[in-house]
């Protein structure tokens, strides 16, 4: 099975081919002596490229998704075998459940015995990796049910780069792509060297993390019912306000650049805007991987726009039938509440205008995210004493860099006020 970088490659030569196709394609039209059966069997090849080209994109998304288990993957790699080993087995899992019913902090000295693996995952993931102020480690079942909930909740994160990190911040490098090519010599033997003005270029991108915590609280007939139906439930609230708080980072990251207009006064012709972002504003080899996104409204109002005999340009994907595909690339809606469009009600632009970013959003910021989640239980603090309640404080650490602005592209379409 190919890998998400031989897919991407596997899709921009077919694009790169459709378009020789098409340039093929328009010399032939212009050819006075091309016959009808040349014109049909080219039209047939287009078609079958195209459907390539889908099915290619098809397997760049699906390899996508997939991603965010390979990073978890990677991330328990980063911990020692034994702490992986530890937050799989039903001991861990056991003794975490009995941790939160009876309000154990890892501050604490370990006083049961049964309670000593929450304590060796501690010391062997780093001996403090923020334990006795965070709290235990979570069980692997734990994280995973917060991962499918957060999978289930349409996170900004399947689209953007991520990386899981042991520490709270650090440096990453980026290559600036080259624009000149080679230096011609004054012959094979050149008696003043061969220039070197045009080394690789790499620029360090800083990440720092931020400390993000939640209190959920929990009855304490919850809290003495079944692991499973404890642990369902915090998965449920943990993964909920995860990606809140991701998508919410994320969007701070796009608000960043530059808002550029697009007019909604003729339809067709804000397509084509949209368009030019595509051929134009952004590189080719970005425009060949370029996803749009958008909010409810903008997708709306995309979706709504037909042809000259009445087709819909936006198309469902032939492999899976979502997402909607504008000229192959996909298009992902976020809704009206978390990707909110800007108002102005007075003055000459009064109107609505619907978020719309364009381009691969891997490339221009990676989430980074200090693995795995945390937890601790009172039933003193707050309002755990005076409810007669358990409440469970749940600790993540996560930052957000931008790597390359320009590989993702910021528009408005804008509906002025009736």
């Known amino acids: 099975?190919?890998?998400?970088?031989?897919?991407?490659?596997?899709?921009?030569?077919?694009?790169?081919?459709?378009?020789?196709?098409?340039?093929?394609?328009?010399?032939?039209?212009?050819?006075?002596?091309?016959?009808?059966?040349?014109?049909?069997?080219?039209?047939?090849?287009?078609?079958?490229?195209?459907?390539?080209?889908?099915?290619?994109?098809?397997?760049?998304?699906?390899?996508?998704?997939?991603?965010?288990?390979?990073?978890?993957?990677?991330?328990?790699?980063?911990?020692?075998?034994?702490?992986?080993?530890?937050?799989?087995?039903?001991e861990y899992a056991r003794a975490f459940a009995t941790a939160l019913r009876n309000r154990v902090h890892p501050a604490q000295p370990c006083s049961d015995e049964s309670l000593k693996v929450l304590y060796d995952a501690l010391t062997e993931s780093g001996g403090n990796p923020a334990g006795s102020e965070g709290g235990f480690l979570v069980p692997d079942d734990v994280d995973r049910q917060i991962r499918e909930r957060m999978r289930a909740l349409n996170p900004l994160r399947d689209l953007f780069g991520y990386e899981s990190v042991s520490y709270a911040s650090g440096t990453r490098i980026m290559d600036t792509a080259p624009d000149t090519g080679l230096t011609m010599l004054a012959g094979?033997?050149?008696?003043?060297?061969?220039?070197?003005?045009?080394?690789?270029?790499?620029?360090?991108?800083?990440?720092?993390?931020?400390?993000?915590?939640?209190?959920?609280?929990?009855?304490?007939?919850?809290?003495?019912?079944?692991?499973?139906?404890?642990?369902?439930?915090?998965?449920?609230?943990?993964?909920?306000?995860?990606?809140?708080?991701?998508?919410?980072?994320?969007?701070?990251?796009?608000?960043?650049?530059?808002?550029?207009?697009?007019?909604?006064?003729?339809?067709?012709?804000?397509i084509a805007q949209l368009k030019s972002v595509l051929n134009v504003s952004l590189d080719p080899a970005i425009s060949q991987t370029a996803t749009i996104l958008t909010n409810q409204s903008g997708f709306d109002y995309l979706d709504n726009i037909v042809d000259g005999l009445g087709r819909p340009l936006l198309q469902p994907d032939p492999a899976s039938g979502t997402p909607m595909l504008l000229k192959t690339h996909p298009i992902?809606?976020?809704?009206?509440?978390?990707?909110?469009?800007?108002?102005?009600?007075?003055?000459?632009?009064?109107?609505?205008?619907?978020?719309?970013?364009?381009?691969?959003?891997?490339?221009?910021?990676?989430?980074?995210?200090?693995m795995p989640l945390e937890m601790v239980s009172t039933d003193i603090g707050g309002q755990a004493f005076t409810r007669n309640r358990i409440d469970v404080r749940g600790i993540s650490r996560l930052g957000v860099s931008r790597f390359d602005v320009d590989t993702v592209v910021r528009r408005e379409i804008f509906v002025p006020e009736t």
């Open 1 to 90: 099975m190919p890998n998400l970088t031989q897919l991407k490659d596997t899709l921009r030569n077919l694009q790169n081919e459709m378009r020789d196709l098409v340039n093929k394609g328009t010399a032939l039209m212009a050819d006075p002596n091309a016959s009808a059966a040349q014109l049909t069997q080219h039209t047939e090849t287009i078609n079958a490229m195209q459907a390539r080209i889908n099915l290619a994109r098809a397997a760049v998304t699906q390899e996508e998704q997939q991603q965010q288990p390979v990073a978890q993957a990677a991330a328990a790699k980063q911990q020692p075998a034994g702490v992986t080993a530890m937050l799989k087995s039903n």
């Open 188 to 270: 094979e033997n050149p008696v003043a060297g061969i220039a070197e003005d045009d080394q690789p270029a790499f620029s360090p991108v800083n990440y720092s993390l931020a400390t993000y915590g939640l209190i959920v609280p929990v009855s304490r007939e919850l809290a003495a019912d079944e692991s499973a139906n404890l642990f369902g439930y915090l998965a449920r609230w943990y993964g909920k306000k995860q990606v809140l708080t991701e998508n919410f980072l994320l969007r701070a990251v796009l608000d960043l650049l530059v808002a550029g207009p697009i007019t909604a006064d003729d339809d067709m012709n804000a």
């Open 332 to 370: 992902k809606v976020m809704s009206n509440r978390l990707l909110p469009s800007r108002v102005e009600a007075v003055g000459p632009g009064a109107g609505e205008y619907y978020p719309i970013y364009v381009g691969d959003f891997s490339q221009y910021a990676t989430l980074f995210e200090r």
